[in-house]
């Protein structure tokens, strides 16, 4: 078993509060277990077992004075990221700086409830004002600010204001909201069952979603994705980050319905000590993949947000040239749901940082800059990236969206003037029943074709993008017509579901055989020549091996492709070797291949 990437560093055990749930104060320190050299041992050994991610934690670490000067110490010993853990009460301007300097990225700030309820919880009054300053001080900083929720019965009824009241209070410096589940506490009657530590944090979701607040489970005291039925689960999936082969955890183990689960090697099961106070609780074992897929990321949450920040394409444009777009996601989260969905909609907010330095590195390139997401206009900072793209790159900015958000006229107004050329709005259905289907998002088919009225009525150039899918195939030549009738200056991309990432599951239920979608595109193009819609994206990486595209829609494709911009995801047979367009064309994704073959491939004459 390989060491997890992350790894505490416990600096000190003494603490300036004294939290109900906590089981880890202690009134003085081991003299030996804090001194400077064993923490400098502790950072030694956990880089040496191959963790690169270090979380300095206590008792309340800066009640240390040396702490600065750790966190350096750990960044000069290769450390690549630096988390610490504290209730910020000590945290002065000067100090937040300090730290900063010194090498720390992220400050996950004790935040169980709001003003007196707070304090009534960590048993410090006053405490809680003086955390603010301390949060305040450290995004002052630059460090990355996260609240820590912890799930115990006093905070039950204060956990669905908490998003709201602290976004007020720190506006755009939150990156996020990290909920623990306790399962040991000072006072035992602070703990919560299963049930109703899902309940809360059910609660705690919707609210943080109306606060546009992300929330994400703690990797080190989560909650069991079976603690969720599996409908509500659905809400909860990207609060997860479940990395496979995670390390057995002492103290935990796996119990019956276990055995049923898709996630037992993701999961160290359930705490002994729970089950001695509560009994086994009502378990809903992870039995679907998708669901599966959902909870999961490949190695960490901040590898998985660098993979995922930015991507390079290429394509052919209107004139036949070579165009690379560099997409940045400045957003993962979502509004809708869509089962094809590649994108890791569970992961936090990239820092502000990452994405202006992704838009600068797309714009020094010359590349058109596409900003997406999840939904980017979910993102309060939306207009100010498209400003600061349009100030830097003279080439074309587009927005890919599902203009949910865009339903008001102000902000599509205020994305024209801020430089926006290009929406690219998903849509996949003619009809509500069949969009809210493909979207698992009832009701927002309604609010999409508004947000498209509005891009339509402004100067900002509209290209709706069809995914085709088992669900909504039938419906393409339906959607045709829409467009022709309702958004005449729009152009149209399809696009053909792709099992490109682990998140996409291989269902046939989801992802149909070329030849049985094939009559509906070609019947669709054929409407979209006698509409005088324009069609594009079939050519494209995520349309169709060129063999299937009509010739007429295969001549756009007239460029050479990159070797290094498939990743690995196609896969080229023995009729690819024998076709005059291999060098254009990328090929049959893997997925696909797994799901119905490669027997509908043929090679193109010259």
Same mark, same amino acid.
């Given at each position: 078993m390989s060491a997890p990437r992350t790894a505490s560093i416990v600096t000190n055990l003494r603490c300036n509060q004294a939290c109900t749930w906590c089981t880890r104060r202690a009134a003085r320190d081991d003299r030996a277990f804090v001194a400077g050299e064993a923490v400098r041992g502790r950072i030694d050994g956990a880089l040496a077992a191959g963790s690169s991610e270090l979380t300095f934690t206590g008792g309340e670490p800066t009640m240390r004075t040396d702490l600065a000067a750790l966190v350096a110490y750990a960044r000069s010993r290769g450390a690549e990221r630096i988390t610490l853990e504290t209730n910020a009460t000590l945290l002065d301007v000067a100090r937040a700086q300090a730290l900063r300097d010194a090498g720390l990225d992220v400050a996950r700030v004790n935040t169980p409830a709001f003003g007196d309820a707070c304090d009534a919880l960590t048993r410090d009054p006053g405490g809680f004002a003086a955390a603010l300053r301390g949060m305040q001080a450290l995004a002052r900083a630059g460090v990355a600010l996260e609240g820590a929720v912890t799930l115990v019965r006093s905070a039950m009824e204060h956990v669905p204001l908490l998003p709201q009241r602290l976004r007020d209070a720190l506006g755009n410096e939150l990156r996020a909201l990290v909920v623990g589940f306790a399962v040991e506490a000072a006072d035992p009657a602070e703990l919560l069952p299963f049930d109703v530590a899902a309940g809360a944090v059910l609660a705690l979701e919707r609210a943080a979603r109306h606060a546009g607040v992300a929330v994400r489970m703690s990797a080190g005291d989560p909650l069991p994705p079976c603690a969720f039925e599996p409908h509500p689960r659905s809400r909860v999936t990207r609060l997860y980050a479940m990395t496979k082969g995670a390390p057995a955890r002492p103290g935990y183990t796996h119990l019956a319905a276990c055995a049923t689960c898709n996630l037992q090697e993701r999961c160290p099961g359930v705490a002994q000590s729970h089950v001695a106070r509560f009994g086994v609780p009502a378990m809903h074992p992870v039995a #679907? #993949?998708?669901?599966?897929?959902? /909870?999961?990321?490949? !190695? !960490?949450?901040?590898?998985?947000?660098?993979?995922? /920040?930015?991507?390079?394409?290429?394509?052919?444009?209107? +004139?036949?040239?070579? !165009?690379?777009?560099?997409?940045?996601?400045? *957003?993962?989260r979502c509004n809708q749901s869509c089962t094809f969905c590649f994108v890791s909609t569970h992961l936090p907010s990239p820092p502000p940082e990452m994405v202006e330095a992704a838009i600068r590195t797309a714009a020094a390139r010359s590349y058109r800059i596409a900003l997406s997401g999840g939904e980017p206009t979910l993102e309060p900072r939306l207009v100010d990236w498209v400003r600061l793209a349009r100030s830097l790159s003279t080439g074309q900015i587009a927005l890919q969206t599902n203009a949910l958000r865009l339903d008001d006229a102000s902000l599509v107004a205020r994305l024209e003037e801020a430089g926006l050329d290009e929406a690219f709005v998903s849509l996949h259905g003619?009809?509500?029943?069949?969009? #809210?289907?493909?979207?698992?998002?009832?009701?927002?088919?309604?609010?999409?074709?508004?947000? *498209? #009225? +509005? /891009?339509?009525?402004? +100067? *900002?150039?509209?290209?709706l993008n069809y995914v085709v899918c088992e669900k909504n195939r039938h419906e393409l030549v339906d959607h045709v017509r829409v467009m022709a009738s309702r958004w005449p200056k729009a152009t149209l991309n399809l696009s053909f579901v792709g099992p490109s990432t682990d998140l996409v599951p291989r269902d046939r239920g989801l992802i149909p055989r070329y030849a049985d979608a094939l009559p509906a595109i070609a019947e669709a193009l054929a409407e979209c020549r006698r509409l005088g819609v324009r069609v594009f994206g079939l050519e494209s990486m995520c349309g169709l091996p060129l063999c299937l595209v009509p010739g007429d829609v295969r001549d756009l494709a007239v460029i050479d492709l990159p070797a290094d911009l498939d990743q690995g995801e196609f896969l080229k047979t023995e009729e690819c070797g024998r076709c005059a367009l291999q060098a254009k064309c990328w090929g049959l994704r893997r997925g696909y291949a797994e799901i119905h073959g490669t027997g509908e491939l043929r090679a193109l004459p010259a």
């Open positions: #679907d #993949d998708r669901t599966r897929r959902r /909870l999961t990321v490949i !190695s !960490s949450i901040d590898d998985q947000m660098a993979r995922e /920040l930015t991507s390079r394409h290429v394509s052919a444009d209107e +004139n036949g040239s070579s !165009s690379y777009e560099e997409t940045v996601r400045i *957003i993962f003619a009809t509500p029943a069949v969009s #809210d289907a493909v979207t698992e998002a009832p009701g927002t088919f309604v609010r999409t074709v508004v947000g *498209i #009225d +509005n /891009l339509h009525a402004s +100067n *900002i150039k509209v290209m």
